[in-house]
Structure formats: structure tokens, C-alpha cells
């Protein structure tokens, strides 16, 4: 009666306790049952006939996106080579977040810096292609966990063999526990008089991973074998086996731990599970007994040891033919691992990222919700941005040794119309997550303030045009309690009377501090506001020198403003985010607005590409031919501490910056320093050319530059030029009593 009473109470308590393991195995594996990162992408590649892109940037892409190189390009993710200048590509679908993006075959053809034509293997025209985009980073849960959900069905039913074969033969068959692998693996540890074979099931692995330690305790093991016995009583083997293939840990890749199947083959194999060969799939199985032990970095004889003899399990249970397995056996381990590690190729592109998502999200949402971040960011304008300022910084070094080590940089790429960030280049070290100078370097702007000086008296058509005289002559100005500022040229001359356009296209101090002083500091001041400067604006006359510090990133503003006809929209990296279901949450449209009328920009924008053609950044057609029609403007500040450089061409803006971190001399200008990298950077893209098209507020008047009229009937001038100016204020013609000689000189290619 007592035994009784004791296995009644025994009974009692273990229909309690199962209750309870009950309770904690359904609220997990029916709630949320991982916290996973968001994912954030580049820009997809879309190309269409016309579109700048070089087959050389193609392969590059198609390399960063795992594509395999296939004679025919017969299977998705795939391309082959069409003679010398094109490519067969075979695209994989992409869940975009206008719509699916089928996979496509497409033939595509180059003409040095574009596409000439693409059509399908049957020959019809293609208008569009749109590659997936690029997976650059992912914002992780603080334990740093990351996976690439799957389900069932998306599993290779090879995978799902050789799992069953390597780890649980019986899966199908029982109930959580195996009773046989118990048996079969006391047997083979009693053998080997050792622990060489656990009795563990796969529901039992899944139970230790999701719910228990990895403690070695009794305890845990009877823990372990009811919650799977709770587990299969609940779910369904489909149902368990998607969680497992989800949850097993797979590698570490620096504070990323590495989970489930299909993060692995990206990491491993920079491609997706469904595309992974026989041998790729063992490998994934090999590394489950021990991802450290059998990593196949480190100890490749090890993971193929271990993944051929996965392989010759698969043949014996009839998963994969003998042939096959052969086959298999002798392919290379063939790994791809992606050169990032643990987050991203990119800190300094992130950084601004997550400075933009904060506004929007909780970072609770960002590291567990499985967001899809879609951004601006062009992989192959990153790159080659970053490979211009890091080779340009050593050329500067190795011309002056006492410079070495000393030097840094900072480059920001945005699109001219839309504002969109394609590249932020933070430093040297580009895959140093530390101090990102293109977002939080703020430095003397220079030279660089001197178009919104004279955008301003463009905006005052009654008083000044770009053929206005103006006096470069010494100025002094005396402030109480301060001493006399008295600027010079940094040619330490005077030039006298020079007309507007070429004072600023020289960068004369003396003359745009004198027209600066005409305008006043408030209205200069007030421009800047406009073109999308939100520091404070120290109202004092060095302004028009560029004493006011901005970082690249806003200079960048500034100048996508002015590249944009006065037309100001925000800079931004995010375009869409999407919830784990491929659900848009968060859109980020296009937001412009007219700050500026666009006739005065237009002149100053003639004027900034006489800067490029004959002015102080004329030694930019080292890197870039002139018909690109670039405009920009050079800076330099105090003793060469900042060299700067800002320009836009058709379709983009960028600006660099070049100093120290101690804020010493460099001993470079804007023209030996920033505009170099500058030259450097874009020199390696595929550029529209930027033709300016005058809004109707503007005319073009023949007129003599030396006296800014425009000759009437019998006047002699020998060197005309067309220039443009607001209509309504255009120079009257002047009667003479001598013929003009026939002659119509465009304005920007004068002298």
C-alpha cells in the first residue's frame, strides 16, 4: 500500500512537471521563436539599354552576389561569357517591395560604359533587368545570432536525407526518443570504451538548442528527452524539422554566431541553400558535430574527411546515387566566404544608416523583428571610392614623408536628382567601424562657401550678372577688441577689375570678400539655410572665406542642392523596409522642394564649370575628359590644414575631404589634395555628362567680357562670348561705328 502511495504521488508530480515542460515548449515554439536581425541591402542593379554600367562592374556584381560562371547559364544564379564584350545572365527571383522579381535569362551587351542591347536567348527585346540586391549587413539581437529563415518546403530533399542519415535515422519513425539510438550508441561508446557516439535524436538536439543549456548533467538529459517527448506529441515532423533547420548552429563568424542551414550556405558558399550543390549540402551536415572542430577554414582535411564520409552515407541509404557520391567526393570544398565579418564591408555606409533608421524605429524592432532594410548604397561606387582615397592618401605620403601616417580622408557619393547616398567613405581604414569622418569631421569649409556668396548676387539680377565687374583690391576690416583682418589671395596679388565669373572661377579672396561685404553677411547667411545648411551661422564677414565647418556629409547637401537646379531634397540611404513577410511598413519617398529660383543657379552653375575647364580645379582633366562638363569648386583652408573638393557631374555629386585628425597642416590645397581623390574615385565610374538646360527665366546675350556689353550695329570686339543671363536684365545692345566680326564663342569654352 505505502508503494502505492509513493508511485501515486511520483505519478502526481511527474504529470505536473510534464504539465509544466508542457506550458514552456508550446508558448516558444508557437510564439516568436527566434529574434532575428533585419537585413539590410544594397541597391539592386537594374539595367536596361542605355544604362551606365560596364561589363567589368557586372562581373563584379554578379561575383558579390555568389553567381556561378555556367558555359549556357542554364540554372538561376548563373552567367555565362558572350565573346568579348557581353554576358548571359541568369537572374534569381527576389521578393522586391513593388512586386516579385521573376528569374530571367538575358543576353546582355556593353559599349565600354553602357549597355547597347539586351534581348532572351530567343531574341526578343528586354527592357529591364533587375538583379536581387546585394545583402551588405544585418543589425543583430545582443547575443548576436543570425539566420536566413527557411521552410520546409524550401529545404533540398537531399539536405533533408543527409541529415537524417548523418544525425537520426529514425526520425520518421519515432515518437522524440529513440530507444534503438540509445542502444546503438551505448553499444558503440562500450566498444570504444570512450564517448564516441551520442544517442541524441533530432528533436532532442532541437530541444538542448532551443529551450536547455549544453550542461553535460542527468538532469538536463531527462529534461531533455521529456520536452522532446512533449514536442512530437504537439508537431508534426515537418514542423520540427523547419525548426531545427533553422535553429542548429553552424560556424562563428567574429561576434556572429552562424544558425541554421540557410545562413550557412550564404557564409560558406555566398549563395542560397537551394542553389548548393550535393557536396555543399554534406559539408552544412559535416560541420553540425562540431562547427569548431570540422570548421573548414581552419581544418579543411578535417570538414572533408567528415563531409565525404556523409557523403558515402548518403550513397549506402539510397539518398544519392553511388556515382553521384563519387562525384561528389572529389569536388573541392569549394568555399566562397564573404569578406565581411560579423556585420559588414561598410561601417561607415551603416553608420548613417542606423542614424537615419533611429528616427523611424526602436532598435528592439531593428535586431529581433527580421526587417528587410532596402538602401541606396552602390556596392561598386563604394568600392571603388574607397580604393581612390586609400591609394590616393599614400601617393600624397610618399611625395612628402613626414606626412606618413598622418593623413585621412573622407569622400560622400549622392545621387545629383534624387539625393540618394551611393557611397560614405569614412576614413583610410574603410572597414574600421570607429570615427566616420564623412558624417562627424566638421571642418573649415574654405573656398567651398564662395558659390552660395555669389548665388546670392545672381539672385539680384538688377545689380549683378556673371559678366559684372568686380575689384579684387586689398580690404581691411576692424572689428572692436579684435584684430585687423586684412585676406589675401593665395597668390599674394591683386588683379584689379575681373568680371564675376572668372573671380570666381580663380577663387580670388579679395574680390568675393568685397562682394560679400556689398551683399551682407545676412544674405549669404540666409542662402545657405536654403541650400540646406542647419548649423549655426556665425554672422561675421570671414563667413564669405568659408570659416563655417560642416562635415563632408552636409557640404554634400549643399551641393546636391545647387547640382539639382535649387531644387533641395533630404540626402538619404533607406528606400524601403519591409516586415519579415516581404510587407512594406516603412516608405521613404522622394521629398523635393524648390529653395533656390532656378535662373541664378544656372548661371552659377556655368560659372563653377569654368572652374573645372580654366579655373583652380583645372588639373581634374588628369583624371576625367572634359566633354563631361563637371562643375565644382575647390577649397582650402588656414596653412593647408583641409583640402577640400566638391563637384557633380549629369547624375551624380560627391564631395572629398583631405586633412589630419589633429587638425596640422597638410601642405596641400584643394587642387593637390581632395580633388585628386576626387578625380580618382569617379574617373573609375561610368558618368553622365552634365548639360545644363536653361530654365526660361534665361537668355544668351553675345557680350565683350572685358566690358560685360553686348556690342550693338558697327562695334569691333575681337573676343565675343555667349553667356547667359535672367531675362529681362540682359546688356542692351551698344552702337559703334566699326562691323563685328562674326564670331559666337560658348561661354564656358572662352580663352
Known amino acids: 500500500m505505502r508503494l502505492l502511495a509513493i508511485l501515486f504521488l511520483f505519478a502526481l508530480i511527474l504529470a505536473g512537471y510534464l504539465h509544466h515542460l508542457d506550458g514552456v515548449v508550446r ?77 530571367r535569362q538575358v543576353d546582355i551587351d556593353f559599349d565600354k560604359i553602357q549597355v547597347s542591347a539586351m534581348r532572351s536567348p530567343a531574341g526578343e527585346e528586354v527592357s529591364l533587368l533587375r538583379l536581387e540586391p546585394y545583402l551588405i549587413a544585418s543589425i543583430h539581437p545582443a547575443q548576436s545570432e543570425d539566420r536566413v529563415l527557411l521552410r520546409y518546403q524550401d529545404l533540398p530533399r537531399s539536405l533533408i536525407g543527409a541529415l537524417i542519415v548523418a544525425e537520426d535515422r529514425e526520425f520518421f519513425e519515432h515518437h522524440g526518443v529513440s530507444l534503438k539510438g540509445i542502444s546503438r550508441a551505448m553499444w558503440a561508446n562500450v566498444k570504444a570504451r570512450r564517448l564516441v557516439q551520442g544517442g541524441s535524436t533530432l528533436t532532442q538536439q532541437l530541444v538542448k538548442n532551443f529551450y536547455l543549456t549544453q550542461e553535460r548533467k542527468l538532469v538536463r538529459k531527462i529534461n531533455e528527452a521529456l520536452m522532446a517527448l512533449v514536442l512530437e506529441y504537439h508537431y508534426g515532423k515537418e514542423e520540427i524539422m523547419e525548426a531545427y533547420a533553422n535553429e542548429i548552429f553552424l560556424g562563428q563568424d567574429g561576434q556572429r554566431a552562424i544558425h541554421g542551414f540557410g545562413l550557412a550556405s550564404r557564409y560558406y558558399f555566398n549563395r542560397p541553400l537551394q542553389e548548393l550543390d550535393v557536396a555543399g549540402q554534406a559539408l552544412l551536415v559535416a560541420l553540425i558535430r562540431g562547427p569548431s572542430f570540422y570548421n573548414p577554414v581552419r581544418r579543411p582535411e578535417r570538414a572533408m574527411k567528415r563531409r565525404n564520409l556523409i557523403l558515402d552515407l548518403m550513397a549506402e541509404y539510397g539518398v544519392i546515387t553511388a556515382p553521384a557520391a563519387a562525384q561528389a567526393k572529389a569536388a573541392p570544398l569549394g568555399l566562397s566566404i564573404a569578406k565581411k565579418a560579423g556585420g559588414t564591408s561598410y561601417p561607415a555606409f551603416m553608420d548613417l544608416v542606423r542614424r537615419q533608421l533611429s528616427r523611424d524605429y526602436h532598435l528592439e524592432d531593428l535586431n529581433s523583428e527580421g526587417l528587410r532594410i532596402h538602401t541606396t548604397l552602390d556596392p561598386w561606387v563604394q568600392e571603388q571610392a574607397e580604393a581612390a582615397l586609400v591609394d590616393r592618401l599614400a601617393a600624397f605620403e610618399a611625395q612628402r614623408p613626414k606626412l606618413k601616417d598622418r593623413l585621412d580622408g573622407a569622400l560622400v557619393v549622392v545621387g545629383r536628382d534624387d539625393g540618394e547616398v551611393q557611397s560614405v567613405v569614412g576614413g583610410r581604414n574603410t572597414g574600421f567601424a570607429g570615427f566616420n569622418r564623412a558624417l562627424d569631421a566638421i571642418r573649415p569649409i574654405g573656398s567651398l562657401v564662395k558659390p552660395a556668396v555669389y548665388l546670392t548676387a545672381l539672385e539680384m539680377p538688377e545689380r549683378y550678372n556673371l559678366v559684372t565687374p568686380l575689384k579684387d583690391e586689398p580690404v581691411s576690416l576692424s572689428t572692436p577688441g579684435a584684430p585687423t583682418w586684412s585676406p589675401k589671395n593665395y597668390d599674394g596679388k591683386v588683379h584689379g577689375s575681373i568680371p564675376l565669373f572668372d573671380a570666381l572661377a580663380q577663387s580670388y579672396n579679395l574680390a568675393t570678400v568685397r562682394l560679400g561685404l556689398d551683399l551682407g553677411v545676412g544674405p549669404v547667411a540666409n542662402t545657405l539655410r536654403e541650400l540646406g545648411v542647419v548649423r549655426t551661422i556665425d554672422p561675421y564677414p570671414s563667413l564669405f572665406l568659408g570659416t563655417l565647418s560642416l562635415s563632408p556629409l552636409e557640404v554634400a547637401q549643399v551641393y546636391q542642392t545647387l547640382a539639382a537646379g535649387g531644387y533641395w531634397t533630404p540626402l538619404r540611404t533607406i528606400r524601403e523596409v519591409l516586415d519579415q513577410e516581404g510587407r512594406p511598413l516603412q516608405r521613404y519617398p522622394l521629398e523635393v522642394r524648390q529653395v533656390v529660383p532656378g535662373g541664378p543657379v544656372h548661371l552659377l552653375s556655368t560659372a563653377m564649370q569654368r572652374v573645372v575647364r580654366s579655373g583652380t580645379a583645372a588639373s581634374l582633366s588628369r583624371w576625367l575628359p572634359a566633354n563631361l562638363g563637371i562643375a ?112 559666337k564663342n560658348p561661354f564656358w569654352e572662352l580663352f
Not at 61 to 67: C, I, S
Request: aromatic share 8%; net charge negative.
Open 632 to 743: 565644382g569648386k575647390t577649397g582650402t583652408t588656414d596653412e593647408m590644414r583641409d583640402s577640400w573638393f566638391a563637384g557633380f557631374t549629369g547624375d551624380r555629386v560627391a564631395v572629398a575631404w583631405v586633412g589630419r585628425d589633429d587638425n596640422e597642416p597638410t601642405g596641400l590645397t584643394g587642387a593637390t589634395g581632395a580633388l585628386q581623390v576626387w578625380g580618382a574615385a569617379l574617373s573609375r565610374i561610368s558618368l553622365a555628362p552634365l548639360e545644363l538646360i536653361p530654365p526660361e527665366s534665361v537668355v544668351f546675350v553675345q557680350v565683350d567680357p572685358k566690358t560685360g556689353l553686348q556690342p550693338g550695329q558697327g562695334c569691333a570686339a575681337m573676343n565675343l562670348m555667349e553667356a547667359p543671363f535672367m531675362r529681362g536684365y540682359e546688356p542692351l545692345p551698344q552702337d559703334c561705328a566699326i562691323s563685328v566680326p562674326e564670331r
Open 27 to 103: 508558448v516558444k515554439f508557437e510564439g516568436k521563436r527566434w529574434a532575428v536581425p533585419a537585413h539590410v541591402y544594397a541597391r539592386p542593379l537594374e539595367l536596361f539599354p542605355g544604362a551606365l554600367a560596364t561589363r567589368e562592374q557586372m562581373l563584379h556584381e554578379l561575383n558579390q552576389l555568389g553567381y556561378r560562371l555556367e558555359t549556357e547559364a542554364a540554372t538561376p544564379g548563373s552567367y555565362g561569357q558572350r565573346g568579348a564584350a557581353g554576358l548571359r545572365v541568369h537572374s534569381r527571383s527576389f521578393e522586391f517591395w513593388d512586386g516579385k522579381e521573376p528569374s
